[in-house]
C-alpha cells in the first residue's frame, strides 16, 4: 500500500482484512502451537515446548497405520480421478455428445447431494460386493466424491482453449490421439496438475465416506482423528492436525509453484 | 487441365438454417479461386466440408478424382490458413512449422531444411526460436501460412487469412500469398468478404450468397458482366436505375424508366412489360450528345486520379459518374449534363 493512498476507507478496508485472516487462521496457529506442548493436555498457551506429541505420533502403531492408509488411498483415488475426469471432461466439452449437458450435471451430483447420502448409497451397494471396510472400497468412494471438481477444472480450461487448435493440427496431419497429447493436454496440463492436487486433499481430508466404508484394520487419518477425538484426547491430535495442514499447505505450494513456473516459461 | 477439387451438390444444415445448399463448385489445378460473400453466407462451412472438420449432408466432395467422404481430416493433405492463425502458444515458430512434417515422418535434417526454406519464403528466416505470442499479428499471419505450405499440399484453404489486419499489411500480404501461389503453383481456395482482395487476387471468384453460389467467373467478367442484382451491387460501385421492359432481343434490352430509355445488356428473366434494374458502373457513364440521360450536377468530388460527379436526375434519382482526372471536366456543380454509355456497359436485371 503506498503512502499517499491513506484515506479512511483504504485503512478501514485494510483493517477488516486483517480482522477476516485472524479469525480464519487464529484457531490453526492456536492447533499449530499446541502440537510442540510439553504439557500432557490440551492448554493454551503451552507452559513449554517439546516434540514429545510428534514422537507419541509416530510411536502409535493406530497412527501411523492411519498414516500409511491415508496414502495408499489418495494416490490412486487422485489418480484415477484426474484420469477418468479430464477424459469425461475432454469428452463432454469437445466431443459431439447428445445430452452433454445432462451428463454433466450428473457428474456434479455429488457435490451437490449431501455427503452423508454419498456414503449411505455406497454403503448398501458395497454391503452386497464385499466392498466394505477395503481399501479398494475407500478408492472408489473417494474417486467418485473428487471425479466433479476434476471435470469442473479441467472442463472450464478446455472451454477457454481454442478448438480450433486441434482442428489445425488435425489439417496438418495429426489424428485425434496424436493432437490431444500434443496439443491440447500440454495447455491444459496446469489445470489437470491442479485437480489431481486437489482431489489429493480432498481424499486426505474425507470423513464422511471414509467413516462409512472403512473398517477398523483400513482406518484412514480422518476417521482416526474422529474415533479419537470422541475418547479423551490429548495434543496429539493437534500433532495429527498439523501434519495434514502442513500436507495441505505442502500441495498447495506445489500447485503455485506449478502456475509460477509455467508463467514463465509461457512469457 | 484436371480439377483438384469438385463439389458437386453439396449441403450443409445447422439445425434450421441452412448454411450451404446446392453448392457445385469445381477447382482447377494451380488456381486460385476466391469465395467471396457477405457474413453468415456459408463461405467457412465450405471450406470446413472441405478440409473434412465439417461432414456435410447432401452431395459429394472429391479431391483428385477420389471421394474424400471417408478421409478423416489429418489424412487429406491439404494445408488450411484459419481466420485467426491457430497457432500453438507453446511451441516455438520452428516447431510450429516443423508440426505437420513430424507428422509425416520427415527426418529431422530434412524437416530443419524445409522450415529454414519456408520461413525464407514468407520472410521470416531470423525467427524460428520466438513464441507466437512474441510476434506482430502480420508475422503470426506468415507463420501460420509458412506452416500449411511447408509439407506442400496439392490444395491449400484459406479463411479470411487476412482479415484481422491493417490495410497497408493486407496489401503486402496479399503480394506475397500471390507470389507464393505462383512459385509453388499450389492450387489456393481462398475465403474473403472483401471485394477488392477478390478482383487482386483471384483467378476466378465465386460469389456467395445465402449458401449459393450466384455467379462463378473471373474478376472481370463478374464486374462487367455481372449476372444477378446481387453480384452487381455486391462487387464494386454501381448506379441502379429501375424501370419497365419495353424489348428483349438478342442478348439486348431497352428499359423504360422515368429519368430516360436506356439499353443495356439483357440477363436471365426479364419480362417485356415487368419491371427490371438497369446497373451501370460510374466509369462506364460518359458524356453524351445524343443522350438518353439529363441530370443536373449536385456535386464535385476530387479523388486525384480521378474526379467523382454526383448527378440528379430529371426524376430525382441520383448517378453517379466516375471520369479520369486528366479529362477534360463534365462540368461544375449545378449544370446540366448529358449522359450515356454503350450497351454492353450496362446490365438490366429483373426485379423481385
Ligand atoms: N456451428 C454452427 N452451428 C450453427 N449454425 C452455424 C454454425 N456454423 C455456422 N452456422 C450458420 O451457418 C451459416 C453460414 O455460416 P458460415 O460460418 O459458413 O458463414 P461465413 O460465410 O463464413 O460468414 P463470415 O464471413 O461471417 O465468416 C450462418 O447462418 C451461421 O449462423
Ligand atoms: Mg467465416
Known amino acids: 500500500m503506498n503512502a499517499d493512498g491513506m484515506t479512511p476507507w483504504r485503512l478501514l478496508r485494510g483493517a477488516l482484512c486483517i480482522l477476516v485472516a485472524v479469525y480464519l487462521l487464529a484457531p490453526l496457529v492456536v492447533v499449530v502451537i499446541i502440537s510442540f506442548s510439553s504439557a500432557s493436555f490440551l492448554q493454551f498457551p503451552p507452559p513449554g515446548l517439546s516434540l ?41 466439452v469437445r466431443g459431439r455428445i447428445p445430452g452433454a449437458t445432462v451428463i454433466m450435471a450428473c457428474l456434479m451430483l455429488p457435490i451437490v447431494v449431501p455427503g452423508m447420502i454419498t456414503a449411505a448409497a455406497l454403503f448398501g451397494v458395497y454391503r452386497g460386493m464385499g466392498l466394505n471396510g477395503t481399501l479398494t472400497g475407500l478408492v472408489i468412494g473417494h474417486t467418485v466424491l473428487s471425479l466433479p471438481y476434476v471435470v469442473a477444472t479441467v472442463a472450464s480450461a478446455l472451454r477457454v482453449q481454442d478448438a480450433r487448435l486441434e482442428q489445425a493440427a488435425s489439417t496438418l496431419g495429426a489424428p ?27 481424499s486426505f481430508d474425507e470423513l464422511i465416506v471414509s467413516l462409512f466404508v472403512s473398517s477398523a484394520r483400513v482406518r484412514p487419518v480422518a476417521v482416526q482423528m474422529w474415533s479419537n477425538l470422541l475418547g479423551d484426547f490429548d495434543p496429539t491430535i493437534a500433532a495429527i492436525a498439523t501434519v495434514c495442514f502442513g500436507f495441505a499447505l505442502l500441495v498447495l505450494i506445489a500447485d503455485l509453484a506449478l502456475r509460477a513456473g509455467r508463467g514463465l516459461r509461457l512469457a | ?57 447432401a452431395g459429394t466432395i472429391t479431391l483428385n478424382g ?66 507466437p505470442k512474441q510476434l506482430s499479428g502480420g508475422q503470426q499471419q506468415r507463420v501460420a501460412l509458412a506452416r500449411a505450405m511447408v509439407y506442400r499440399p496439392a490444395l491449400l484453404l484459406m479463411d479470411e487469412p487476412l482479415g484481422a489486419l491493417d490495410r497497408k499489411l493486407r496489401e503486402q500480404l496479399q503480394l506475397e500469398i500471390k507470389r507464393v501461389h505462383q512459385e509453388r503453383g499450389i492450387s489456393v481456395l481462398y475465403v474473403t468478404h472483401d471485394q477488392e482482395e477478390a478482383l487482386t487476387m483471384s483467378d476466378r471468384i465465386a460469389v456467395f450468397n445465402q449458401g449459393r453460389i450466384e455467379q462463378i467467373g473471373s474478376p472481370e467478367e463478374l464486374y462487367d458482366r455481372p449476372a444477378t442484382r446481387f453480384v452487381a451491387g455486391f462487387i464494386g460501385d454501381t448506379n441502379f436505375l429501375s424501370g419497365k421492359v419495353l424489348a428483349v432481343s438478342d442478348g439486348r434490352c431497352e428499359i423504360e424508366t422515368p429519368a430516360g430509355r436506356l439499353q443495356a445488356r439483357a440477363t436471365q428473366g426479364l419480362l417485356v412489360g415487368a419491371s427490371a434494374s438497369v446497373a451501370v458502373r460510374p466509369e462506364r457513364v460518359v458524356p453524351a450528345a445524343s443522350a438518353a440521360l439529363r441530370g443536373t450536377i449536385t456535386d464535385v468530388i476530387f479523388l486525384g486520379t480521378s474526379r467523382k460527379y454526383v448527378v440528379r436526375l430529371k426524376d430525382g434519382t441520383e448517378c453517379v459518374v466516375l471520369r479520369p482526372a486528366n479529362e477534360a471536366a463534365l462540368g461544375a456543380r449545378g449544370s446540366e449534363v448529358e449522359l450515356g454509355w454503350a450497351p454492353a456497359h450496362a446490365t438490366a436485371f429483373r426485379d423481385g
Open chain 2, 66 to 131: 477420389a471421394s474424400v467422404a471417408k478421409l478423416p481430416p489429418y489424412r487429406r493433405d491439404i494445408g488450411m490458413v484459419f481466420q485467426h492463425y491457430a497457432l500453438f502458444p507453446h511451441m516455438t515458430v520452428r516447431r510450429n512449422v516443423a508440426f505437420p512434417l513430424e507428422m509425416r515422418g520427415v527426418s529431422k535434417t530434412e524437416a530443419l531444411r524445409l522450415v529454414d526454406e519456408a520461413l525464407q519464403l514468407v520472410g521470416l528466416p531470423d525467427h524460428g526460436d520466438r513464441l
Open chain 2, 1 to 57: 487441365m484436371t480439377n483438384v477439387l469438385e463439389l458437386s451438390g453439396v449441403q450443409k444444415r445447422y439445425d434450421a438454417v441452412v448454411a450451404v445448399d446446392a453448392l457445385d463448385l469445381s477447382l482447377r489445378s494451380g488456381e486460385f479461386l476466391t469465395l467471396l460473400g457477405p457474413s453468415g453466407s456459408g463461405k467457412t462451412t465450405t471450406l470446413m466440408m472441405v478440409a473434412g472438420l465439417q461432414q456435410p449432408d
Open chain 1, 176 to 202: 485425434p490421439w496424436t493432437a490431444f497429447r500434443r496439443i491440447t493436454l500440454p495447455l491444459i496440463l496446469p489445470a489437470v496438475l491442479s485437480s489431481l492436487l486437489l482431489a489429493a486433499i480432498l
Open chain 1, 52 to 92: 514429545r506429541w510428534y514422537a507419541q505420533l509416530l510411536s502409535t502403531p493406530a497412527w501411523t497405520n492411519a498414516l500409511l492408509v491415508s496414502v495408499k488411498l489418495l494416490v490412486p483415488s487422485s489418480i484415477l480421478a484426474t484420469l477418468m475426469g479430464t477424459a469425461a471432461a475432454y469428452a463432454l
